[in-house]
């Protein structure tokens, strides 16, 4: 097992030469017409005493020189060691919550196990653990704010607002509690070990200790499922189904919604429509819609159209909040009723040609006689009698 270093310059060779960890073989290796070097620390045996052992060495090499690690060896064999708990892990997860919604039987139990399919573990973390309304709240709370807050003062205001995630309504907080309250750190430690990043012995013991635990209670929940579904099905206050079905559409409009679209005032506009809750779902409809076709080049330029539009007329947010007001419906359904109209007499076929060979067109009338006659076409000369 091995690990290298890359320095550039000569300043810690010395130092590096005279370190000599225990049980560790040290080379160095010069690269020639170059000033740059590479420091070599070697074990034999590919065990986790070894990866322990090269860990320790990494730690000392990378916070006192902090060189270009090369080579990890160690860490490679912590995620491989790793990798197979946390494939365990998302199964089982995701077994669990196919099983819930199957049981509910349901129209919509099929549709949310298919887009369960569809996701990654990172989104369905998003789905279970965090509370959009949530989110809104405390940047709203934030944003009012008009002087220069203190870090206490921000605690104290997250700490007033309410939280529900998915997870306590429909799992429960004691349910799985290590995974519960510990999601963040099974998330980072699970992308650290899908991605293949550099862990140390610490994180490793640590990673390893979190998601066993994980599995097990996990293992216990999806045998009491199986054993007595009826009971699962008995206990439920609402339904399992509808709730994950709104989290899953309340998901995909956030997601459109955050498209990487430049900052602007164009995307606040649309923002603070999206983010009043009395808005009618029409208008929330339309925005996900530009949203998603922000990827498209005609985009850019409606873009460009609707921001400039949007600096003008900031009165469209005033207007959107107050659509669905019993006062305004009547007149806006009228409109789109003559919008229709139009729409449909524009789009009448024409008068077929051949139909009309050989007709008169008509002449239009004037309301002047005189000007009719002045412009009538000339008539040839009548010979005198």
């Known amino acids: 097992m091995k690990q290298e270093y890359l320095f550039v310059e000569d ?35 590919e065990n986790l005493q070894s990866a322990k052992t090269l860990s320790k060495t990494n730690d000392y090499i990378t916070s006192k020189f902090n060189p270009t690690i090369l080579t990890n060896e160690s860490a490679a064999y912590f995620n491989k060691s790793l990798y197979p708990y946390f494939n365990e892990f998302e199964r089982k997860l995701r077994k ?24 990654d573990l990172g989104t369905i973390f998003e789905l279970l653990f965090t509370d959009a309304q949530f989110i809104k709240d405390v940047k709203k709370n934030i944003n009012e704010k008009s002087w220069q807050f203190t ?59 979190v998601i066993k635990k994980i599995n097990d209670q996990l293992d216990d929940e999806l045998n009491k499922l199986v054993k007595s579904p009826e009971k699962e099905e008995a206990n439920d206050t609402q339904s399992f189904n509808s709730t994950l079905n709104q989290a899953l559409r309340d998901h995909e409009t ?29 208008v929330r409809n339309l925005q996900v819609l530009l949203a998603q076709e922000a990827v498209s080049s005609k985009y850019s330029e409606l873009a460009k159209t609707i921001e400039e539009a949007s600096q003008k007329m900031p009165a469209y947010v005033k207007l959107a909040q107050t659509l669905s007001s019993p006062e305004i419906k009547e007149r806006y359904q009228n409109i789109l009723r003559i919008l229709e109209a139009q729409q449909d007499e524009h789009s009448k076929p ?25 412009n009538a076409d000339p008539q040839p000369d009548i010979p005198e009698h």
Not at 155 to 176: A, M, P, R
Request: a negative charge.
């Open 151 to 209: 870090r206490d003062e921000l605690i104290n205001t997250i700490n007033n607002l309410s939280e529900n995630t998915v997870w306590d309504s429909l799992i429960g907080h004691e349910t799985i509690s290590v995974l519960r309250s510990d999601f963040i750190r099974v998330k980072n430690y699970r992308n650290d070990v899908m991605h293949a990043h550099n862990m140390d012995a610490a994180s490793y013991t640590s990673a390893l200790g």
């Open 254 to 282: 956030a997601t459109a919604i955050s498209v990487n679209v430049p900052n602007s005032s164009y995307e606040k506009f649309f923002h603070d429509i999206v983010l009043q809750s009395e808005i009618p779902p029409a």
């Open 96 to 119: 669990l919550l196919y099983l819930k919604s199957a049981l509910q039987h349901d129209a919509t139990a099929s549709q949310n196990i298919k887009e369960l399919e569809s996701k």
């Open 350 to 374: 024409q008068d077929n040609l051949e139909k009309n060979i050989g007709e008169t067109p008509p002449i239009e009338e004037s309301e002047n006689p005189n000007e009719q006659a002045k």
């Open 11 to 45: 300043t810690h060779k010395a130092e590096i030469e005279s370190y000599k960890p225990e049980n560790v073989r040290c080379s160095i290796q010069n690269i020639e017409d170059s000033t740059c070097w590479i420091a070599v620390y070697e074990v034999s045996g």
